[in-house]
């Protein structure tokens, strides 16, 4: 796309022969003892106390979700425990090479890589910076009652506030980690580098190169690891996420000071199952998940498969591949070999596989063979190793019972509104970071910001309607209000497909390829479930980004990232995170059936998401503005039929200056006292078109209310036009089964039934596949089929002749055929 890179017919066509290298399978040979340079003999200690907290704390999750005891602790658990007994050598040796800076994305499978993190941290932290994240997090909620009964070290009070905040969050208890919101699939400790662990397979392998993004682009320390299972590199967002983390342009056309690669890790834990399913011979056919690297890019992602028994082998690989990514050669993929000896869950009998195949993992399990080589090696006995076991044991049992008291545990009541306060954030923030943006050059200079001055601000001179290239309209809008928030707030970025140079799809970003620097405005992949889960990792990790996915047609490519990533982060977090993005989808016309659909409906059925529909300038630019100064996850509608419209509603146009409209606030768009017309999206000028034609015909008054938002949205206006009038008909251009508009219908009904003449009427685009453009009249909403609606249904029209039929049998008759 960008014009530095030229393609030559010569060299496309030249012959030749693509080369694939070798690729490393477990090469770790060394001994114990050639190892005495690396490590201390507190570090072997360590990483084998480590191993066992992890083997105690799902050896007792496994007890009570199978007998509802543990010792003499009978507990019900209610939710779910995927366990990964005999993974531990794996997720030990991946946490012992990381940082806190070094920050891990899991899977539904992690708590081991949680336990193996959080102990990493707590080593590596000072006594006083542990002091400290106990104390302020969450104000000492989950602190407070594991130190009433401990008086010991920092660094072994630090390790049972860990042990017993991971266990209250899977028990949901209030002062579990993310206040029992999460559970045991999505819990997370942010202080310590563990960022959410996510139940939807694979789901971190899109996020993930998001977090790596925001390290790169806002220039901060450490790398990102996904863990993510083998059976995940079979879904979709995994490749996606590969290819977001591993295009050219990080490393040939940003600047290199940002450090070349994305950093990221996807670490493949490779238990050998799915479910039941063995992606190694059965549903997959790449037989080495290292194999997947060498379709990716020329160094094969840096791929090698590592045997993730051995502890000490997992840190070599590590510590070798974070060189990598520290010179700027990312992103990496390990294949990361282990096994899981339980089954995928309590409930599992293992059908799928032999008891003689599990007995032989079991016999050469990670735990007894790096205890027999330390022992073997001379650098600890087994006297000092059988007595560190005996007191993880006992220091992991204190924490579950404590995690399982009631009393001193609590849940949050039943009747609490908790959950519906941390839905979203509701903050504005004016920056993310207290730095200077990065700019290209000096903004007042741009050719876009010049083009615009030179612009009508409404659509109106002298009474008369101007023509369009002459008039400021909803593109300019969009990107007067990014551009505003880009001189702003360092960590923005904005990405999508044809963003840059192209200046999106549509033309909304003419300008911004001139007033940015590459990484702060670049082309992603034609990959929308790798854009809106880079989207979700960049603003999980602190950054404010809009992601553009061109159509909303386009939304089910992207179904995970926008219905289960992008909208629940902030309440599973127990409101410690915030989610910044801004989704930006068109709706088409023109295009027919799988280019032409209004979604709005869907994206406004999942709770934590923001949806918003502006259909003039004066709207789109300032509900950009109040998008781009929150802390929630927006989805911001555009309609491509409306690009070129002027202000025909603001008396004055669209001012200059910077200004916001208040969220969930619909509009008046037009005065009247007989009627109320409800709009959304762009059926708003067609209800001006019927209102003008009850007017002229009927001398009706008609109020029309354009909505704005799907949600939040505020009702206050909506009955007190619906009281003053009597009557209320609701138009979009959403297929009419499922519309929005049926909600709001719904609504009206029970908070105005007093006050209605007739029934609320919705009218919306038919419930077909949208046709091509020269019949699109026959799909999308009319003028004259909102005055048939209004005469069949709220109130009859003197000597008017309906051209449709809206008659309630005509209603039934196509909810029969589901039409």
């Not at 940003?254 to 690669?261: E, F, H, M, P, V």
């Amino acid at each position: 796309m960008t014009k530095a890179l030229v393609i030559k017919p010569e060299d496309a066509f030249s012959r030749g022969t693509i080369h694939f290298h070798d690729i490393p399978i477990n090469t770790y040979s060394k001994t114990i003892e050639e190892e005495f340079s690396r490590y201390t003999a507190d570090d072997f200690l360590a990483i084998w106390r480590e191993m066992c907290v992890i083997r105690e704390f799902e050896a007792i999750l496994n007890e009570i979700k199978t007998k509802g005891a543990y010792r003499d602790v009978a507990y019900q658990h209610l939710g779910p425990a995927h366990l990964s007994l005999g993974q531990e050598a794996a997720a030990v040796g991946m946490a012992f090479a990381l940082s806190p800076q070094d920050h891990i994305y899991g899977s539904h499978r992690s708590h081991g890589e949680i336990l193996a993190k959080g102990f990493s941290a707590i080593r590596q932290l000072s006594e006083d910076e542990l002091v400290d994240i106990m104390r302020s997090y969450r104000g000492g909620a989950v602190l407070a009652p594991v130190e009433k009964r401990h008086s010991g070290p920092v660094r072994k009070l630090a390790e049972r506030f860990f042990v017993y905040g991971a266990y209250s969050e899977i028990f949901a208890r209030e002062t579990g980690f993310n206040r029992g919101l999460g559970g045991s699939m999505h819990a997370f400790f942010k202080p310590f580098g563990i960022y959410p662990n996510n139940a939807i397979v694979g789901g971190s392998g899109s996020i993930a190169p998001g977090a790596a993004l925001y390290k790169r682009v806002n220039r901060q320390p450490g790398i990102v690891v996904a863990n993510i299972g083998d059976a995940s590199f079979g879904c979709g967002p995994v490749w996606e996420g590969i290819t977001f983390a591993s295009m050219d342009q990080y490393r040939k056309l940003w600047d290199d000071s940002l450090g070349g690669g994305l950093p990221v890790i996807f670490n493949a834990m490779n238990n050998f199952y799915g479910m039941g399913g063995q992606p190694e011979g059965e549903t997959m056919g790449c037989q080495f998940i290292a194999r997947i690297g060498a379709g990716v890019n020329p160094e094969q992602l840096h791929a090698e498969r590592v045997n993730g028994y051995d502890p000490l082998a997992v840190i070599d690989a590590f510590l070798r591949k974070k060189e990598i990514l520290r010179s700027g050669r990312g992103p990496v993929l390990l294949d990361t070999i282990t096994y899981r000896t339980c089954g995928h869950s309590p409930s599992d009998a293992s059908s799928y596989r032999t008891k003689e195949e599990v007995g032989l993992w079991r016999d050469a399990d990670s735990l007894l063979s790096y205890r027999d080589r330390i022992i073997e090696s001379g650098v600890l006995g087994a006297d000092l190793l059988a007595d560190a076991e005996r007191d993880v044991r006992e220091m992991v049992f204190d924490g579950f019972r404590l995690a399982a008291d009631l009393a001193a545990s609590p849940r949050v009541p039943l009747d609490s509104e908790l959950i519906g306060s941390v839905m979203f954030s509701n903050a504005r923030v004016e920056k993310l970071a207290d730095r200077p943006p990065e700019l290209a050059r000096d903004l007042s200079d741009n050719p876009r910001v010049r083009q615009i001055r030179g612009k009508s601000r409404t659509a109106f001179a002298d009474g008369n309607r101007l023509p369009a290239l002459k008039v400021f309209n909803i593109r300019d809008g969009i990107f007067e209000a990014m551009l505003h928030r880009f001189a702003i707030d360092p960590t923005m970025i904005a990405f999508g497909e044809e963003n840059r140079d192209w200046g999106g799809a549509f033309g909304v970003y003419r300008g911004l390829t001139e007033a940015l620097p590459y990484h702060r405005l670049f082309n992603a992949p034609i990959s929308e479930a790798g854009i809106v889960g880079a989207a979700v990792g960049y603003g999980m990790e602190g950054g404010r980004v809009v992601a553009e996915l061109m159509y909303a047609d386009f939304m089910g490519r992207a179904g995970d990232e926008i219905l289960n990533q992008l909208p629940k982060w902030q309440a599973m977090s127990g409101g410690l995170l915030t989610m910044p993005v801004v989704l930006r989808v068109s709706v088409g016309d023109k295009y027919g059936a799988q280019h032409s659909q209004d979604f709005t409906a869907i994206a406004g059925h999942i709770p934590g998401l923001k949806v918003v529909y502006p259909v003039t300038p004066y709207d789109a630019k300032g509900m950009m503005n109040t998008a781009l100064a929150g802390t929630d996850p927006v989805v911001f509608f555009e309609s491509q039929r409306l690009y070129d419209i002027g202000e025909l509603f603001v008396p004055g146009g669209v001012p200059e200056g910077y200004y916001e409209i208040a969220l969930g606030e619909p509009a008046v768009k037009r005065s009247g006292k007989d009627l109320t017309l409800l709009t959304l999206g762009p059926a708003l000028y067609t209800a001006i078109s019927a209102a003008e034609e009850l007017a002229r015909r009927f001398d009706l008054s008609a109020e029309i209310v354009d909505l704005r938002y799907v949600n939040p949205l505020n009702y206050d206006l909506l009955v007190e036009s619906v009281r003053k009038t009597g009557k209320v008909l609701l138009v979009s251009e959403s297929v009419e089964r499922g519309s929005f508009l049926q909600t709001v219908a719904a609504n009206l009904s029970q908070i105005c039934f007093d006050d209605l003449d007739a029934p609320p009427v919705v009218v919306g685009s038919r419930n077909w596949i949208t046709p091509p453009a020269e019949l699109e009249a026959m799909f999308f909403p009319q003028p004259g089929w909102l005055l048939d609606a209004i005469h069949e249904q709220i109130l009859p029209l003197r000597d008017y002749r309906a051209t449709t039929s809206r008659t309630l049998g005509e209603l039934m008759r196509r909810a029969r055929l589901g039409i």
